[in-house]
């Protein structure tokens, strides 16, 4: 079992940013990649990016969102981030940390608001 905590979200304004953190508790030494998925009002979950925990590879970094938002890892503390700058009123959205470990886990989500 894996248990996630997603924190870092809020209300934005359109240009601003925010810094979502994703913290891992539980059998940690299974993660093989974490993630950030979102879900807009509407609209199905997408994937934002993942990356790999022992080689820090980026993969399926949605195309849009580069050179806004940036994804990170911290090993030592079992974290993800994301860094979201430029935001626009389309990113509002439930954002959910995710866990491969293998199999996925997910967190409880986090809204985040950005008004025009």
């Known amino acids: 079992q894996v248990q996630l905590v997603e924190s870092g979200g809020g209300l934005a304004q359109s240009g601003g940013s925010l810094r979502l953190s994703c913290v891992a508790s539980?059998?940690?030494?299974?993660?093989?990649?974490m993630g950030w998925y979102r879900q807009a009002p509407g609209k199905e979950r997408e994937v934002v990016a993942q990356?790999?925990?022992?080689?820090?590879?980026?993969?399926n970094f949605r195309n849009s969102l580069k050179g806004r938002f940036t994804i990170s890892r911290d090993n030592d503390n079992n974290m993800v981030f994301l860094q979201m700058d430029d935001l626009r009123p389309e990113d509002t959205a439930v954002y959910y940390c995710?866990?491969?470990?293998?199999?996925?886990?997910w967190g409880q989500g986090i809204q985040v608001t950005v008004s025009s």
């Open positions: 995710q866990a491969l470990a293998p199999s996925a886990y």
């Open positions: 539980g059998n940690t030494a299974r993660i093989v990649a």
């Open positions: 990356i790999f925990k022992a080689s820090g590879q980026i993969t």
